[in-house]
């Protein structure tokens, strides 16, 4: 499936130049002269090696065709995380590296989609938004309440995040799983 170079999303399996790439970071750029583009850094998934590429909004990029299935998060083992096909109890392992940063964000028993390319899992779609109990928040600093201000917060998962100055140890929080920001409370 072809998409537009400014479709791109982090955590995409891209067929480009005839390997499966994964996006790992994107920015739009509008330079002051020229058209706007996006600029992809993307790892190749069968080697590892890194790719910078511009893409324009005419360019068009194929998609990889993924076969998505839900699964079950179970456990983790050594640098492996096993999960549980919903409809055949079949157990798939992945490595923590093929996770990457989202590793982070499995809790046991969460609901995920891995990705199938011909029969070979090669990703894993999180829920968008996950919730965690705080466990270690700084105080707040009197004065800096005329702007909008965040302080630093360790969450049950030892994920530290920025969250809001009334936010403290101990409350349940909302955060996205795309780019670990606070989404709310629970």
Known sequence: MKI?????????ILDY????WRV??????????????MQVEMKCITDGTKLNERFRSADTVEKAQLEGRPMQYLFAEGTNHTF???????????SAEMLGDQAIWLTE??????????????AVNLPDKVKFEVTEADAVVKGQTASSSYKPATLSNGARV???PYITAGETIVVNTIDATFAGRA
């Open 84 to 94: 549980m096909d919903n409809s055949n109890y079949e157990q798939v392992s992945i």
């Open 162 to 164: 920025q969250v809001p």
């Open 24 to 37: 790992a970071k994107i920015q739009h750029t509008q330079p002051g002269k020229g058209g706007a583009y």
């Open 17 to 20: 130049h005839g390997k499966l």
């Open 4 to 12: 537009s170079g400014v479709d791109i999303r982090p955590g995409m």
């Open 109 to 122: 028993n969460m609901e995920v989609m891995v990705e199938f390319y011909q029969d070979a899992p090669i």
